[in-house]
Protein backbone atom coordinates (compact mmCIF):
# COMPACT_ATOMS: atom_id res chain seq x y z
CA UNK A 1 0.00 0.00 0.00
CA UNK A 2 1.22 3.13 -1.00
CA UNK A 3 1.77 6.43 1.21
CA UNK A 4 -1.25 8.28 -0.30
CA UNK A 5 -3.48 5.06 -0.03
CA UNK A 6 -2.22 4.61 3.17
CA UNK A 7 -3.19 8.35 4.63
CA UNK A 8 -6.40 7.90 2.10
CA UNK A 9 -7.76 4.79 4.42
CA UNK A 10 -6.33 6.15 7.74
CA UNK A 11 -8.79 9.22 6.74
CA UNK A 12 -11.54 7.59 5.69
CA UNK A 13 -12.03 4.34 8.19
CA UNK A 14 -14.43 6.50 10.40
CA UNK A 15 -16.86 7.18 7.74
CA UNK A 16 -16.25 4.57 5.21
CA UNK A 17 -19.13 3.01 6.17
CA UNK A 18 -21.29 5.61 5.80
CA UNK A 19 -20.20 6.97 2.39
CA UNK A 20 -20.78 3.27 1.20
CA UNK A 21 -23.98 2.29 2.68
CA UNK A 22 -25.75 5.18 1.08
CA UNK A 23 -28.03 2.69 -0.24
CA UNK A 24 -28.55 -0.75 1.58
CA UNK A 25 -30.10 -2.09 -1.67
CA UNK A 26 -26.96 -1.85 -3.10
CA UNK A 27 -24.86 -3.87 -0.38
CA UNK A 28 -27.28 -6.45 -0.29
CA UNK A 29 -27.32 -6.86 -4.74
CA UNK A 30 -23.13 -6.69 -4.35
CA UNK A 31 -22.95 -9.17 -1.32
CA UNK A 32 -25.38 -11.72 -3.41
CA UNK A 33 -23.23 -11.32 -6.56
CA UNK A 34 -20.54 -12.47 -4.24
CA UNK A 35 -21.96 -15.39 -2.58
CA UNK A 36 -22.65 -16.61 -5.99
CA UNK A 37 -19.65 -15.96 -8.05
CA UNK A 38 -17.75 -17.71 -5.78
CA UNK A 39 -20.30 -20.58 -4.83
CA UNK A 40 -20.18 -19.95 -1.16
CA UNK A 41 -21.77 -22.67 1.20
CA UNK A 42 -21.43 -22.96 4.79
CA UNK A 43 -17.87 -25.56 4.92
CA UNK A 44 -16.41 -23.06 2.91
CA UNK A 45 -12.91 -21.07 4.09
CA UNK A 46 -13.27 -17.54 3.62
CA UNK A 47 -10.55 -15.17 2.96
CA UNK A 48 -11.53 -11.42 2.34
CA UNK A 49 -8.34 -8.97 0.95
CA UNK A 50 -8.62 -5.90 1.42
CA UNK A 51 -11.47 -6.22 3.69
CA UNK A 52 -11.70 -2.59 4.80
CA UNK A 53 -14.02 -2.11 7.58
CA UNK A 54 -15.66 -5.55 7.13
CA UNK A 55 -18.81 -4.23 5.53
CA UNK A 56 -19.49 -6.73 3.15
CA UNK A 57 -17.60 -9.39 5.39
CA UNK A 58 -20.39 -9.01 7.80
CA UNK A 59 -22.90 -9.75 5.49
CA UNK A 60 -21.28 -12.49 3.80
CA UNK A 61 -21.57 -14.03 7.38
CA UNK A 62 -25.43 -13.03 7.71
CA UNK A 63 -26.13 -14.86 4.17
CA UNK A 64 -23.80 -17.37 4.14
CA UNK A 65 -23.79 -18.28 7.79
CA UNK A 66 -20.36 -19.89 7.57
CA UNK A 67 -19.12 -22.66 10.02
CA UNK A 68 -15.36 -21.10 10.12
CA UNK A 69 -14.70 -17.81 10.67
CA UNK A 70 -14.64 -15.09 7.68
CA UNK A 71 -10.62 -14.32 7.65
CA UNK A 72 -11.01 -10.14 7.45
CA UNK A 73 -7.53 -8.92 5.82
CA UNK A 74 -6.94 -5.20 5.45
CA UNK A 75 -2.97 -3.25 6.04
CA UNK A 76 -4.69 -0.50 7.45
CA UNK A 77 -5.03 -0.97 10.95
CA UNK A 78 -7.56 2.24 11.02
CA UNK A 79 -9.36 0.48 8.56
CA UNK A 80 -9.65 -2.64 10.42
CA UNK A 81 -10.43 -1.17 14.09
CA UNK A 82 -13.85 -0.95 12.39
CA UNK A 83 -14.25 -4.61 12.17
CA UNK A 84 -17.20 -5.41 14.71
CA UNK A 85 -15.62 -8.34 16.30
CA UNK A 86 -18.28 -11.07 16.18
CA UNK A 87 -17.81 -14.39 16.65
CA UNK A 88 -18.42 -15.10 12.34
CA UNK A 89 -14.98 -12.94 11.98
CA UNK A 90 -11.41 -12.85 12.40
CA UNK A 91 -9.15 -9.87 11.56
CA UNK A 92 -5.84 -10.37 9.95
CA UNK A 93 -3.49 -7.09 9.89
CA UNK A 94 -2.23 -7.92 6.30
CA UNK A 95 -1.75 -6.86 2.88
CA UNK A 96 -2.61 -8.71 -0.22
CA UNK A 97 1.28 -9.16 -0.68
CA UNK A 98 2.32 -10.31 2.53
CA UNK A 99 -0.80 -12.88 2.14
CA UNK A 100 0.42 -13.92 -1.24
CA UNK A 101 4.23 -14.03 0.20
CA UNK A 102 5.26 -10.82 -2.28
CA UNK A 103 6.42 -8.76 0.64
CA UNK A 104 8.32 -11.31 2.86
CA UNK A 105 10.63 -8.83 4.90
CA UNK A 106 7.76 -7.89 7.40
CA UNK A 107 4.28 -9.87 9.05
CA UNK A 108 4.10 -13.26 7.36
CA UNK A 109 0.84 -13.74 8.10
CA UNK A 110 -0.11 -17.54 8.78
CA UNK A 111 -2.32 -18.87 5.82
CA UNK A 112 -1.31 -22.18 4.86
CA UNK A 113 -1.05 -22.95 1.57
CA UNK A 114 -4.37 -25.01 0.02
CA UNK A 115 -6.31 -24.24 3.02
CA UNK A 116 -9.10 -21.66 1.36
CA UNK A 117 -12.00 -22.06 -0.39
CA UNK A 118 -12.98 -18.38 -1.77
CA UNK A 119 -10.65 -15.24 -1.69
CA UNK A 120 -11.99 -12.16 -2.60
CA UNK A 121 -10.52 -9.42 -3.13
CA UNK A 122 -13.15 -6.29 -3.53
CA UNK A 123 -12.09 -2.80 -5.24
CA UNK A 124 -8.48 -3.75 -3.68
CA UNK A 125 -6.18 -5.12 -6.80
CA UNK A 126 -5.69 -1.35 -8.21
CA UNK A 127 -3.62 -0.57 -4.64
CA UNK A 128 -1.28 -3.46 -5.31
CA UNK A 129 1.46 -2.05 -7.23
CA UNK A 130 1.66 -2.68 -11.24
CA UNK A 131 4.82 -4.64 -10.91
CA UNK A 132 3.62 -6.74 -7.71
CA UNK A 133 -0.22 -8.06 -8.94
CA UNK A 134 0.97 -10.73 -10.85
CA UNK A 135 2.94 -12.15 -7.98
CA UNK A 136 0.62 -11.14 -5.71
CA UNK A 137 -2.13 -12.81 -7.69
CA UNK A 138 -0.13 -16.30 -8.24
CA UNK A 139 0.77 -16.07 -4.40
CA UNK A 140 -3.04 -15.75 -3.63
CA UNK A 141 -4.01 -18.62 -5.66
CA UNK A 142 -1.80 -20.83 -3.98
CA UNK A 143 -3.73 -20.26 -0.98
CA UNK A 144 -6.80 -22.02 -2.73
CA UNK A 145 -8.00 -25.59 -2.15
CA UNK A 146 -8.79 -27.45 -5.01
CA UNK A 147 -11.93 -25.73 -6.89
CA UNK A 148 -11.03 -23.71 -5.08
CA UNK A 149 -12.31 -20.01 -6.26
CA UNK A 150 -10.89 -16.63 -6.58
CA UNK A 151 -13.00 -13.20 -7.00
CA UNK A 152 -11.21 -10.13 -8.13
CA UNK A 153 -14.22 -7.01 -8.38
CA UNK A 154 -12.83 -3.97 -9.98
CA UNK A 155 -13.84 -1.22 -11.61
CA UNK A 156 -13.64 -1.30 -15.52
CA UNK A 157 -11.14 1.53 -17.02
CA UNK A 158 -14.08 3.52 -18.23
CA UNK A 159 -17.02 4.70 -15.29
CA UNK A 160 -19.81 6.52 -15.85
CA UNK A 161 -19.92 8.21 -12.35
CA UNK A 162 -20.47 11.83 -12.19
CA UNK A 163 -17.64 13.08 -11.45
CA UNK A 164 -15.53 16.09 -12.78
CA UNK A 165 -13.51 15.72 -16.13
CA UNK A 166 -10.04 15.52 -14.42
CA UNK A 167 -10.97 12.99 -12.13
CA UNK A 168 -12.35 10.93 -14.82
CA UNK A 169 -9.32 11.38 -16.61
CA UNK A 170 -6.91 10.61 -14.15
CA UNK A 171 -8.81 7.12 -12.80
CA UNK A 172 -8.86 6.01 -16.58
CA UNK A 173 -5.31 6.72 -17.06
CA UNK A 174 -4.80 4.88 -13.13
CA UNK A 175 -7.12 1.68 -13.03
CA UNK A 176 -6.16 -1.93 -14.23
CA UNK A 177 -7.76 -3.35 -17.10
CA UNK A 178 -9.66 -5.94 -16.02
CA UNK A 179 -8.02 -8.30 -19.02
CA UNK A 180 -4.87 -7.69 -17.74
CA UNK A 181 -6.03 -8.93 -14.04
CA UNK A 182 -7.49 -12.38 -15.81
CA UNK A 183 -4.46 -12.87 -17.58
CA UNK A 184 -2.64 -13.25 -14.37
CA UNK A 185 -5.19 -15.35 -12.84
CA UNK A 186 -4.78 -17.81 -15.88
CA UNK A 187 -0.85 -17.65 -15.74
CA UNK A 188 -1.00 -18.07 -11.87
CA UNK A 189 -3.22 -22.03 -13.13
CA UNK A 190 -6.66 -20.96 -12.28
CA UNK A 191 -9.31 -21.05 -15.26
CA UNK A 192 -10.25 -17.85 -15.55
CA UNK A 193 -13.47 -15.46 -16.94
CA UNK A 194 -14.72 -12.12 -16.49
CA UNK A 195 -18.21 -11.13 -15.86
CA UNK A 196 -19.93 -7.65 -15.72
CA UNK A 197 -22.29 -6.93 -13.25
CA UNK A 198 -23.92 -3.32 -13.26
CA UNK A 199 -26.40 -1.94 -10.61
CA UNK A 200 -28.12 1.35 -11.71
CA UNK A 201 -27.83 3.81 -8.81
CA UNK A 202 -30.07 7.17 -7.93
CA UNK A 203 -27.97 9.30 -5.02
CA UNK A 204 -29.24 12.77 -4.14
CA UNK A 205 -27.18 15.52 -5.55
CA UNK A 206 -26.23 16.75 -2.49
CA UNK A 207 -25.10 13.31 -1.11
CA UNK A 208 -23.15 12.66 -3.81
CA UNK A 209 -21.18 16.29 -3.62
CA UNK A 210 -20.59 15.49 -0.25
CA UNK A 211 -19.35 11.80 -0.97
CA UNK A 212 -16.85 13.61 -3.58
CA UNK A 213 -15.85 16.19 -1.00
CA UNK A 214 -14.94 13.39 1.59
CA UNK A 215 -13.01 11.32 -1.21
CA UNK A 216 -15.10 8.74 -0.85
CA UNK A 217 -12.89 7.44 -3.71
CA UNK A 218 -8.99 6.94 -3.87
CA UNK A 219 -8.26 8.60 -6.66
CA UNK A 220 -9.82 11.80 -5.06
CA UNK A 221 -7.00 11.83 -2.73
CA UNK A 222 -4.52 13.01 -5.54
CA UNK A 223 -6.63 16.28 -5.62
CA UNK A 224 -6.09 19.01 -3.11
CA UNK A 225 -9.48 21.07 -1.29
CA UNK A 226 -9.39 23.48 -3.79
CA UNK A 227 -9.16 21.21 -6.40
CA UNK A 228 -11.87 19.60 -5.33
CA UNK A 229 -13.64 22.60 -4.60
CA UNK A 230 -13.65 23.22 -8.25
CA UNK A 231 -14.53 19.60 -9.32
CA UNK A 232 -17.50 19.78 -6.78
CA UNK A 233 -18.81 23.23 -8.56
CA UNK A 234 -17.85 21.64 -11.99
CA UNK A 235 -20.09 18.93 -11.28
CA UNK A 236 -22.97 21.05 -9.47
CA UNK A 237 -22.85 23.17 -12.86
CA UNK A 238 -22.79 20.14 -14.99
CA UNK A 239 -25.81 18.31 -13.32
CA UNK A 240 -28.35 21.20 -12.20
CA UNK A 241 -31.14 17.79 -11.54
CA UNK A 242 -31.50 17.07 -7.87
CA UNK A 243 -31.16 13.27 -7.98
CA UNK A 244 -27.91 11.67 -9.73
CA UNK A 245 -28.52 8.17 -11.78
CA UNK A 246 -25.45 6.64 -13.08
CA UNK A 247 -24.94 2.79 -13.41
CA UNK A 248 -22.23 1.57 -11.10
CA UNK A 249 -20.49 -1.33 -13.44
CA UNK A 250 -17.97 -4.23 -12.11
CA UNK A 251 -15.88 -6.24 -13.41
CA UNK A 252 -16.14 -9.92 -12.19
CA UNK A 253 -12.51 -11.89 -12.79
CA UNK A 254 -13.23 -14.99 -11.04
CA UNK A 255 -9.88 -17.38 -11.28
CA UNK A 256 -10.69 -21.68 -10.48
CA UNK A 257 -8.31 -23.86 -9.63
CA UNK A 258 -8.85 -26.71 -10.82
CA UNK A 259 -8.88 -29.97 -8.99
CA UNK A 260 -6.15 -31.89 -8.70
CA UNK A 261 -4.92 -34.33 -11.88
C1 LIG B 1 -12.09 0.70 -1.61
S1 LIG B 1 -11.62 -0.06 -0.10
C2 LIG B 1 -12.52 -1.60 -0.27
C3 LIG B 1 -12.85 -2.22 1.07
C4 LIG B 1 -13.76 -3.44 0.97
N1 LIG B 1 -13.20 -4.48 0.15
C5 LIG B 1 -15.12 -3.02 0.44
O1 LIG B 1 -15.43 -3.31 -0.73
O2 LIG B 1 -15.88 -2.39 1.20
C6 LIG B 1 -9.96 -0.60 -0.39
C7 LIG B 1 -9.32 -1.32 0.81
O3 LIG B 1 -8.08 -1.89 0.34
C8 LIG B 1 -7.13 -1.76 1.38
N2 LIG B 1 -5.79 -1.87 0.77
C9 LIG B 1 -4.98 -0.90 0.31
N3 LIG B 1 -3.83 -1.42 -0.14
C10 LIG B 1 -3.94 -2.77 0.02
C11 LIG B 1 -3.07 -3.87 -0.25
N4 LIG B 1 -1.87 -3.67 -0.78
N5 LIG B 1 -3.48 -5.12 0.06
C12 LIG B 1 -4.73 -5.31 0.60
N6 LIG B 1 -5.58 -4.31 0.88
C13 LIG B 1 -5.20 -3.06 0.59
C14 LIG B 1 -7.42 -0.41 2.00
O4 LIG B 1 -6.87 -0.29 3.30
C15 LIG B 1 -8.95 -0.42 1.97
O5 LIG B 1 -9.47 -0.95 3.16
Not at 16 to 30: C, G, I, K
Not at 78 to 90: K, N, Q, S, Y
Not at 165 to 173: D, K, Q, S, W
Not at 193 to 199: K, P, Q, V
Amino acid sequence: MTSTSSRHYERLAATYDQLWTHSDTFVRWMTERVAESLALRPHHRILDVGCGTGLYARQLVRAVRPVKPVLCADPSAAMLDRVEPTAGIHPVLASAEQLGSVRTGTVRPRVRPRSIDAILLKEVIHHVAPADREQTITGLSRLLVNDGRLLIIMLPTQIRYPLFNEALRRFEELQPDPEEIAAYVRRAGLSAGIEYREFALTVPKERYLEMVRGRYMSILSTFDAAEIDAGIGEIDLAHPESMLSFPDRFAFVIGTRPPMR
